[in-house]
């Protein structure tokens, strides 16, 4: 699987010895250094930032790094697809992808320009929150400017706090000002959710399975208002802040709705053409087909 083939050491260690504290000292191959010092400092999409980010520091234009963050803990209902999707979409407008997955048991890189978070049951959910929290690279590569996607558990883990396995709340890495809990019912079923329209995105189609229900703080904007389901349990479904975003849905949610993908992609490297008909007919056929079966009904 392509994920896997780029999850080498070598990968790994030319994520992690980009850091700039790291670096001085560091046995590090002759490819690792020029991925990592190469680039001049740009901010790329024109879309706003986190507030407070810096300009990121990319390896050049062509290139871009997505991390897969704790697929051991992190991965429900094909949620791995996002990754393979971007890989994918950002291959076929000639980038070149350095894909790296990151267990629980190993440090977050913090120089990467896309971050992707799965949903999870609740005890892993709890464990990665404590390891994040105790790593913190994924915040540092927030404040930074990364681009962080992640779906329920990890949508859930972005904010202040969430619900833990017995509804008692627990701390969150705060990198998005939301607090999740738990609600009465689980949310289970096909969702349909109208995006924000300042993102541009059309209607959104996926899975949702969760009892989290999700209130947006200041300075945070629902990603979607609810068509169909039960997302954030207020009528609106997801959220986001600059170029840090949440939603509720699987699917895989990025392989249902190739304009969000493309979104998170234009905001970590810049505008990119649209893909040839043929190179998008398995997504619009699943698209296509997915939004037909909820506007179906049950049947
Ligand atoms: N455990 C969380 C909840 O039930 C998240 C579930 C998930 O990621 N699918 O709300």
Redesign the pocket.
């Given at each position: 699987m392509a994920a896997g083939r780029h999850e080498s050491a070598a990968g790994r260690h030319e994520l992690a010895g980009g850091r700039p504290e790291m670096a001085a000292g560091q046995p590090e191959t002759a490819a690792g250094r020029h991925e990592m010092a190469g680039g001049r400092p740009e901010r790329a999409g024109g879309l706003p930032s986190v507030s407070g980010a810096q300009p990121r520091s990319r390896p050049g234009p062509g290139s871009l790094r997505l991390v897969w963050v704790y697929p051991d803990l992190?991965s429900?209902?094909g949620d791995r697809g996002n990754l393979l999707i971007l890989e994918r979409r950002a291959r076929l407008r000639g980038l070149d992808i350095e894909a790296v997955m990151v267990n629980a048991d190993q440090p977050v890189p913090r120089q990467g320009d896309i971050y992707l978070m799965?949903?999870?049951?609740?005890l892993p959910?709890i464990l990665a929150a404590r390891r994040l929290r105790a790593d913190g690279g994924l915040a540092a590569a927030a404040r930074g400017g990364a681009v962080i996607f992640a779906?329920?558990?990890?949508y859930?883990l972005l904010g202040m706090e969430f619900?833990g396995d017995d509804g008692q709340p627990l701390p969150g890495l705060e990198i998005l000002n939301i607090s999740?809990g738990?609600g009465q019912r689980?949310g289970v079923g096909e969702i349909l959710a109208d995006v924000a329209p300042s993102l541009g995105v059309p209607r959104l189609t996926g899975f949702?399975?969760?009892?989290?229900v999700t209130r947006l703080g200041e300075g945070v904007a629902p990603l979607a208002r609810v068509v169909t389901g039960v997302g954030n349990g207020d009528g609106t479904e997801g959220a986001f802040a600059g170029r840090v975003v949440g939603t509720y849905l699987?699917g895989p949610v990025l392989v249902r709705n190739p304009g969000l993908a493309d979104l998170l992609l234009n905001w970590a490297a810049g505008p990119l053409p649209p893909l040839q008909t043929g190179e998008e007919e398995w997504t619009l056929r699943l698209r296509e087909q997915r939004l037909a079966a909820v506007s179906a009904g049950p049947g």
């Open positions: 992190l429900t209902y799965g949903g999870g049951e609740d959910q779906v329920c558990a990890g859930q619900g999740s738990r689980r949702e399975n969760h009892q989290g699987h």
